[in-house]
């Protein structure tokens, strides 16, 4: 690939994530804590508190390590533990946490050897924490944080000491190489990311005035900020926010004129944290081996920064170990023998429709099931490309009665019954109800107009919107044609690869069905997955039908609520919303926006992403979180007006997490603050609940 081919990938993908018979749900287990079995001093019993606690925690006075580094410290091979951690070193909050034990390793299944959910399990690399399944912001690289009165200047002072994997330090040095060599070099690239934008949609300004401090200014009140930095794993999965400078400088051309002009190829292996075990890394774990197609193993970081609050530094567990297994049965069948010790199982395509079988295996398997909330706005989501390729097909997409006239089509009830067992609760589609703003003020009842919106089921009524539209049988095949007289066809596009009898599939199925029975001529079209994400983005695909949508607040991650980047409901306004304030904005405004590198398209003057784009930019300024609601709201009712510009099919159904027998600290639905937050990628599950704490009850078992 050559690097303009490069650059352009870069930009169109940035902001992607890279997800029965007789069922009794209440069987299944919800514990995750229990007494101690091992040798050794037994956990301590944790206290009845749900979630975590809101304030930062002081760190013990007397700091302990594991076994494995207090020995390479008397060997020589490593610095004392004093001299690896922070001056205060992180402290996690969690009530459910014990004091566990050392040792062991962990055995987890993967897609690929480079699979990005791996990197949800490690939250080390983000300069704030959520808590509480989003509820509650906490510190985390950075250790405190201000801004001045109208919130256009963010001050986040980092943790002095802090060391990379390798024991260099890290210093704001290292925020401002991503800065400045990565994100404002336009050879490499990567995009702005929205927390680096003020409320006007121009970038911010960095500043590092010591190894310890990073000033961001914006030409607005941008209040948002912290939650928008909280937001993701970082470093691999949406904003990079850091690199390793010492390691990193050698592959870049402004350090090292020596390498190539494809030189933005090899930075970005030598940066991935889950394919090169050079690279140092700030996580509880650093990549120890890679064998391509069939694992990826992972050692404990003896500079991680984080303890627990008996002082303990983690991680517990020595070791991951991520085995690749692509084919989706083969993985449930080795699920099933026990094969692996956690399931994370949205990460391995666990339905509600494996419950069973999970439930039969238990005894072989010695796996207690979990059920957690997954904290969905929709369940598998369905949306039209509002900017796709072919005009009359595009005008009738972007007109609301024909996709409310569909939402009413959609049998829900029988999608509710079959793929999610009755569980949730029925949605329009939208964000869940795990949304911060939906617990306070007006939030529950806006939650619930957004959610009812168009969510009935009533093809007599969607059948006379449709012919009020123009959209009618006008040959007499059965078939309605558009209001042109053209033929008809919504394509329900998705990854080729995805599994056949999970939800997805079993969703679009139903989808076909809803939509046959009132005259639209409906198909599955599988394309290939290493191309759909550039299709997409380029307006060649009609609908996307193998997602879901799920965030902790709307004010914070506007991603589904408006085009911003172009992976979702409009591929080229999205693109054209992310390419402000670059040198890219105004170029090509004489080419056809399909035709653009990348391509890209201004909306409709007075359209709904218009007028949803220019009260966002009001909700970034709005200090007042009074008043930023009530514009947040005045959103929503334009998605309940114009939209859906997505479907869902029920909200906040239940996700499988499994857990190996003797496996501590995962906690139960009932441990934490709100059930659980599963399926949302900025709250990243599990790194937020941190499995560094994880431990055997007896670690000698599993080494």
């Not at 301590?44 to 809101?54: E, F, N, Y």
């Not at 997409?536 to 589904?560: F, N, P, R, Y």
């Not at 510009?645 to 139960?668: E, T, W």
């Not at 399926?679 to 080494?703: C, L, Q, V």
């Amino acid at each position: 690939m050559s690097g303009s081919d490069e650059l352009t990938r870069r930009r169109l993908l940035f902001g992607a994530a890279v997800v029965a018979g007789g069922v009794t749900l209440g069987a299944c287990s919800s514990g995750g804590g229990g007494n101690s079995t091992g040798e050794g001093p037994k956990p301590s019993k944790g206290p009845t508190k749900r979630g975590s606690a809101a304030k930062p925690l002081s760190p013990p006075r007397q700091l302990k390590e594991s076994p494995e580094l207090a020995a390479q410290v008397k060997a020589g091979k490593l610095p004392a533990l004093k001299d690896r951690l922070p001056d205060k070193p992180y402290v996690i909050p969690h009530y459910w946490a014990q004091t566990g034990k050392y040792g062991g390793t962990l055995r987890l299944a993967s897609g690929s050897s480079n699979d990005a959910a791996i990197k949800e399990y490690m939250y080390g690399h983000s300069p704030l924490r959520w808590l509480n399944d989003g509820l509650t912001l906490g510190p985390g690289l950075a250790e405190s944080w201000e801004s001045n009165a109208d919130a256009s200047v963010w001050t986040f002072h980092f943790r002095k000491g802090l060391k990379w994997s390798d024991g260099q330090p890290w210093t704001t040095a290292d925020i401002m190489f991503w800065w400045q060599d990565m994100v404002l070099d336009p050879d490499f690239g990567e995009g702005i990311p929205d927390e680096a934008r003020s409320g006007k949609g121009t970038v911010a300004k960095f500043e590092a005035p010591d190894d310890n401090t990073l000033v961001i200014t914006y030409d607005a009140p941008s209040p948002m900020v912290p939650d928008m930095i909280a937001n993701w794993v970082n470093r691999g999965i949406a904003a990079t926010w850091m690199e390793p400078k010492h390691y990193m400088k050698q592959f870049h051309p402004k350090y090292n004129k020596s390498v190539g002009k494809d030189w933005t190829t090899k930075f970005d292996e030598k940066r991935n944290t889950v394919f090169n075990p050079q690279t140092p890394t700030m996580g509880g774990w650093q990549l120890a081996t890679y064998s391509e197609g069939r694992a990826t193993t992972w050692k404990r970081n003896p500079y991680y920064y984080v303890v627990d609050q008996a002082g303990n530094q983690l991680p517990y567990l020595d070791g991951l170990n991520f085995r690749v297994v692509d084919n989706i049965e083969t993985r449930k069948l080795q699920i099933q023998s026990g094969q692996f010790d956690q399931v994370h199982g949205p990460f391995n395509s666990l339905t509600l429709g494996d419950i069973s079988g999970l439930k039969r295996s238990q005894a072989k398997s010695g796996m207690k099931m979990l059920l957690w909330d997954s904290g969905s706005g929709t369940g598998s989501i369905f949306f039209f490309n509002q900017d796709y390729d072919e005009p009359a097909m595009r005008a009738l997409i972007r007109k609301p009665e024909f996709r409310q006239a569909l939402s009413l089509a959609y049998d829900r009830g029988e999608a509710r019954k079959s793929i999610y067992f009755d569980t949730g609760v029925p949605t329009t589609g939208g964000y869940g109800p795990k949304t911060r703003e939906f617990h306070r003020g007006d939030g529950p009842g806006m939650y619930k107009q957004w959610r009812e919106s168009w969510v009935k089921f009533d093809p007599e009524r969607a059948k006379s919107m449709l012919d009020k539209l123009g959209v009618v049988d006008k040959d007499g095949d059965g078939k309605r044609e558009k209001p042109d007289g053209s033929k008809l066809v919504v394509r329900l596009n998705y990854p080729a690869d995805i599994d056949t009898t999970g939800e997805h599939m079993k969703k679009n199925q139903l989808l076909k069905k809803s939509w046959d029975a009132i005259g639209i001529d409906t198909r599955l079209s599988p394309v290939s997955p290493t191309s759909f994400g550039d299709q997409w983005a380029q307006g060649k695909l009609m609908t996307t039908t193998a997602w879901e949508t799920s965030t902790m607040s709307v004010a914070a991650d506007m991603l589904w609520l408006m085009p911003m980047e172009p992976s979702r409901w409009a591929s080229l306004q999205g693109q054209y919303y992310a390419l402000r304030g670059t040198p890219d904005e105004k170029k090509q405004l004489d080419v056809d926006p399909y035709k653009r590198t990348p391509p890209r398209a201004a909306p409709e003057p007075g359209g709904p992403v218009d007028r949803l784009w220019k009260l966002a930019d009001q909700v970034r300024v709005e200090v007042d979180q009074t008043k930023r609601d009530k514009l947040v709201w005045d959103m929503i009712r334009i998605h309940i007006e114009q939209g859906p510009f997505f479907m869902g099919v029920v909200a906040n159904y239940p996700q499988i997490v499994l857990v190996k027998d003797g496996l501590r600290n995962v906690p139960a639905k009932e441990q934490t603050a709100l059930g659980g937050l599963v399926n949302d990628w900025h709250h990243p599950t599990p790194a937020a609940y941190d499995p560094e704490a994880w431990f055997w009850d007896d670690p000698k078992a599993h080494t």
